[in-house]
Nanobody, 128 residues
């Protein structure tokens, strides 16, 4: 069992930055591929970014590529999402998730159905 707790959300103006954190407890954190997803009001939850077990491979949704950076600190059992140049359309509840699978190509880790554990989410609101 893995428990995930997100933090770092809030209200920010367009063009600003936020860093989300997701702290994990339970089984060995380094055994999990970690992803970030988001759900905007009235929309389905969508993939944002994913990082491999070792933290050496990443993959991003086109909508955030070049603005968001995912990173992982296995010593601290924490995954981060640095979000820069935020836009109003980034407004959503952001969720982190843990996947016990291992992927040579991170593209195959974008499916929500692959993930075993989810956090409760943290709200990010970007004002124009």
């Amino acid at each position: 069992q893995v428990q995930l707790v997100e933090s770092g959300g809030g209200l920010v103006q367009a063009g600003g930055s936020l860093r989300l954190s997701c702290a994990a407890s339970g089984r060995t954190f380094s055994s999990y591929t970690m992803g970030w997803f988001r759900q905007a009001p009235g929309r389905e939850r969508e993939f944002v970014a994913v990082i491999s077990r070792s933290g050496t491979r990443t993959y991003y949704a086109d909508s955030v590529k070049g603005r968001f950076t995912i990173s992982k600190d296995n010593a601290k059992n924490t995954v981060y999402l640095q979000m820069n140049s935020l836009k109003p359309e980034d407004t959503a509840v952001y969720y982190c998730a843990a996947d016990s699978g291992d992927y040579s190509n991170m593209y195959y880790a974008v499916s929500q159905s692959s993930y075993d554990y989810w956090g409760q989410g943290t709200q990010v609101t970007v004002s124009s």
